[in-house]
């Protein structure tokens, strides 16, 4: 630490910051433009001057960058001193000779940053009085909309999306006041992190296009914190709501996963919660049409049901862990199953199992940020885990820092540092089926089928360890191969191994963890990540349960008298026959769930559920952390969090004591209480009850209109906020609301002078730090276990004679069950179509499934080989969670037309 004086008050300097940092985290008030926590300093905006003195008899000083400074020890500033404090309002006036006076239609006014500099500086008039400067705006595509009228060039555009998350369709162009950040020419923004934009601009220029559409100020929307349904990264973000609908996603930062950045489907895929496909009263089948009914006949139907035999539940990856064990309470854990039918079933449990025993650490996000060597096995992370290959893509940054070490540069000095790194390529070994958007970036990236990179995995293990099983019949290709892999990892000092349950096998899993245990037994750090397939699957699969197909056939030998399905779609898992002869087979079929699926349709008796935006919950991620969400909507009656509803059926059939928990914190000390692997989930956030200096927290700034607004067409009368026994939070703008606030419950990002994002910099201990509210979630796994090696190395999978390798391909818009609900995901994602090895032209293809014949588009593709095709999940007519094989005949262009 040094020590610095900033306006003769002595303070605290990390070792290697800058002075902007420095000022900030001693609380002083330094306005800034172009620097960013995450994104370094450059220096182009000039905003954050400051005047530095050599030495205490130094009365002159010279006026200095505070973000291009670094903090030394015994260094004397001054943030008052008026010679500066004119600069930066100088610096502001010329900044604002070309923004246009348009604050009151401006989307980002309430939470801008340039208003809040500029109040911050001082500057209140303008003496320009000539023409501005004006461009033409771009089409961007359905997530981001651009004003470039707005733009004050400082560079944050082009360095978030080209510098820190590898775009390369975003640039700048021309100079001085003609500069424009935009495409060649307009067109969908091709990045995944594209929404980050609205975000890290200070300003007006890229604004969230879907919430244009919904749009509410600041002030006027209610917050809740969150956690992404989207994939099993975990992301927090915060929800915010306006009179009954959720109007946007916003980031939420957390040190250990994803920070200051959220992917575009975290981001805008949650439009499903406001869907005209969202189920909003019960009802079963009445001769043969649904009928909608009231609740009290909805469980007298259900009570009818339940003495027809045996009631077996189906949880879901999509459903908090108190729904799943209110559902295994109420119908017995022989008799409840994950909702995953085979091989992904085995699978997700092996992955989870690997998780909870290795050696190895599962890394958080940030941390594998810095590892210096990475290798994915068999995992498409740009799909199935948007946000964990931006993570890796930072490995490059990682590398670039170790060249500036060398140079003496501060990590921090943006432009100077990625200079020295210009050539190098990110230290990553992809080793996948198909091509990935990572292959650009990585070091190295190899093609193999699922098999044989599973062999592959075992074959490096046994090159780093050889008491790790071996590999027989290697060729000498891939024995270079395995023997190269092995030695770029022994040589890393932080190395990580990536896989996941993309193709759902098990010796693919089994390899990555013996890759990681054996660099274990050789002294280094390793770290193993394994990508799940839902957000709650972590939760799913260490609770246990049936595969789906062992509920198959329990229905078929007349077991199961009714099948509760809560919060999953079976055609998602089952082909079209297998669900229909289980529905078939059981009596009864009953679905809780929130939005209208195929199994909804062909339910007897459907309820709806809450969505996640509608009730409170737990979800645990792919590293074992259980991160709890808060509802931000309060919905009316049937609409009840799926827990509840089990509770219901339980007591309208005569189980009374089995579920009795009236609130989330009472179904949260159950499950903590019935599962010992989740004991810590308590510990995921405070209890309703919370109250932090004699109140509870509001949800709502201080300066919310009135409530009689909102419904000013129906009455003027006010009524109350609602309310809620499951959440902490206050419904309106009464309460407490500080900086020091526990991080879980931070609703919004607000503090006198700071109305924007940037806000977050008050929340934190230190920049780029954890929060002084403290952790945000819990792991629920041990930093290590003790597993050794397991599996055996898989035979060499070798193609078929008038057979194709059909293999799933994930994309990060167009494959997810939710965020395919939501209108900009659907926009955003691309036709649906096979891709065809082989360099023939081709239109479509016949696909024969057993007896089923599908016809579907199709195109080739040179980069994969004959024999292998790829197909979406859920294009035809069964899952493809796992490779099969097919009969697949290819129709050219010129035959189909």
């Not at 348009?102 to 340039?114: A, F, I, K, M, S």
């Not at 200079?419 to 990236?445: C, F, R």
């Amino acid at each position: 630490m040094a020590t610095i004086y900033i306006d003769g008050r002595a303070v605290e300097a990390r070792n290697g910051e800058n002075l902007l940092q420095a000022c900030l985290e001693a609380g002083t008030d330094l306005p800034y433009f172009c620097w960013h926590p995450e994104l370094g300093s450059v220096g182009a905006c000039r905003q954050c001057a400051v005047k530095q003195f050599q030495n205490a008899d130094d009365k002159r000083g010279r006026i200095v960058m505070a973000c291009m400074t670094p903090a030394t020890e015994g260094a004397i500033i001054s943030v008052d001193d008026p010679e500066a404090k004119e600069f930066r309002g100088e610096v502001v006036e010329w900044l604002m000779t070309n923004h246009p006076h348009d604050c009151p239609v401006c989307e980002e006014g309430g939470e801008c940053h340039l208003q809040d500099m500029t109040v911050m500086t001082g500057h209140r008039e303008r003496r320009f009085k000539f023409d501005k400067r004006t461009h033409k705006n771009q089409d961007l595509g359905p997530l981001v909309k651009h004003e470039m009228n707005r733009c004050i060039a400082c560079y944050r555009c082009v360095r978030f999306y080209r510098d820190y998350a590898g775009g390369e369709d975003l640039g700048v162009f021309a100079q001085h006041n003609n500069v424009y950040f935009g495409r060649y020419e307009s067109g969908t923004l091709e990045s995944t992190f594209s929404g980050n934009l609205v975000e890290v601009c200070p300003t007006g220029v890229f604004t969230d296009k879907p919430f244009s559409k919904v749009y509410s100020r600041k002030w006027d929307m209610r917050g809740a914190p969150s956690v992404c349904q989207h994939c099993s990264v975990g992301c927090n973000t915060i929800l915010n709501e306006r009179a009954g609908k959720v109007r946007r996603t916003l980031n939420r930062y957390n040190e250990d996963v994803n920070r200051y950045f959220l992917c575009d489907r975290g981001r805008y895929g949650n439009g499903f919660v406001n869907a005209p496909s969202r189920l909003r009263s019960a009802g079963y089948v009445m001769d043969g049409q649904m009928t909608p009914v009231p609740v009290a006949q909805a469980l007298e139907q259900f009570a009818a049901f339940a003495k027809d035999g045996p009631i077996v539940g189906i949880g879901s990856g999509r459903a908090s862990i108190e729904s799943n064990y209110a559902l295994r309470r109420f119908v017995g854990a022989d008799n409840f199953s994950t909702g995953w039918a085979e091989p992904l079933h085995g699978a997700v449990t092996r992955a989870v199992d690997i998780l909870r025993t290795t050696s190895a650490r599962v890394m958080p996000l940030h941390e594998m940020e810095s590892a210096d060597c990475v290798l994915v096995l068999g995992e498409d992370v740009a799909a199935t885990a948007p946000r964990l290959s931006l993570a890796l893509f930072q490995t490059r940054r990682t590398a670039c820092n170790k060249l500036a070490d060398k140079n003496r540069l501060p990590h921090w000095l943006d432009a100077p540092v990625r200079t020295l790194g210009s050539d190098l390529k990110a230290p990553i070994h992809v080793v996948t089926p198909a091509p990935t958007d990572m292959d650009v970036s990585a070091t190295q990236a190899l093609r193999a089928l699922p098999d044989d990179i599973a062999r592959l995995g075992f074959a490096i293990a046994n090159r780093i360890d050889g008491a790790a099983p071996a590999v027989s019949d290697l060729t000498e290709e891939e024995t270079a191969r395995a023997t190269a892999l092995a030695d770029a990892l022994l040589v890393a000092e932080k190395p990580v191994i990536v896989s996941g349950t993309q193709y759902a096998s098990t010796a693919l899993l089994d390899a990555a963890a013996n890759i990681a245990a054996a660099l274990v037994t050789q002294g280094k750090a390793a770290g193993l990540t394994l990508v799940l397939p839902e957000a709650n699957s972590f939760g799913v699969a260490t609770m246990g349960g049936l595969s789906l197909d062992a509920v198959c056939e329990r229905a078929q030998a007349g077991q199961v008298g009714t099948l509760v399905v809560m919060e999953a779609d079976l055609t998602r898992q089952l082909d079209a026959s297998a669900f229909d002869t289980l529905v078939r087979s059981v009596r009864h079929l009953v679905v809780i769930d929130h939005s209208v699926t195929p199994t909804a349709e062909r339910g007897e008796l459907v309820v709806p559920a809450t969505a996640f935006s509608e009730c409170g919950g737990t979800m645990i991620s792919m590293e074992g952390r259980a991160q709890r969400f808060l509802q931000v909507v309060y919905p009316e009656a049937p609409l009840q969090v799926s827990w509840r509803w089990v509770r219901d059926f339980a007591h309208a059939s005569g189980h009374e004591g089995v579920l009795d928990w009236e609130t989330l914190d009472q179904a949260v000390a159950a499950t903590a209480a019935g599962v010992p692997a989740f004991a810590r989930i308590v510990e995921a956030a405070p209890k309703a009850d919370y109250e932090l200096e004699g109140e509870h927290i509001r949800s709502q700034t201080h300066r919310v209109s009135g409530r009689t607004a909102i419904r000013a067409n129906i009455s003027v009368r006010d009524i109350p906020p609602p309310t809620s026994p499951d959440t902490p939070l206050k419904s309106d703008m009464e309460g407490t609301y500080t900086t020091d606030m526990p991080a879980t419950l931070i609703p919004f990002y607000q503090v006198p002078g700071w109305n924007s994002v940037q806000s977050l910099n008050k929340f934190q201990q230190e920049i780029g730090g954890e929060l002084r509210g403290g952790d945000v979630g819990v792991r629920v796994i041990g930093e290590r276990g003790t597993a050794g090696y397991a599996g055996v190395a898989p035979a060499r999978m070798a193609l078929r004679e008038n057979e194709v390798l059909l293999l799933p391909e994930y994309r990060a818009f167009g494959t997810g069950e939710t965020s395919m609900w939501s209108d900009p995901i659907k926009a955003r994602a691309t036709e649906a179509v096979i891709r065809v090895g082989g360099d023939a032209p081709v239109a479509r293809v016949s696909i024969q499934i057993g007896a089923e014949v599908f016809d579907v588009p199709a195109v080739n593709d040179p980069a994969l080989p004959l024999g292998v095709a790829l197909c979406p999940p859920h294009m035809v007519a069964r899952s493809y969670e796992a490779p099969c094989w097919v009969t697949l005949r290819t129709i050219s262009a010129e035959a189909a037309a």
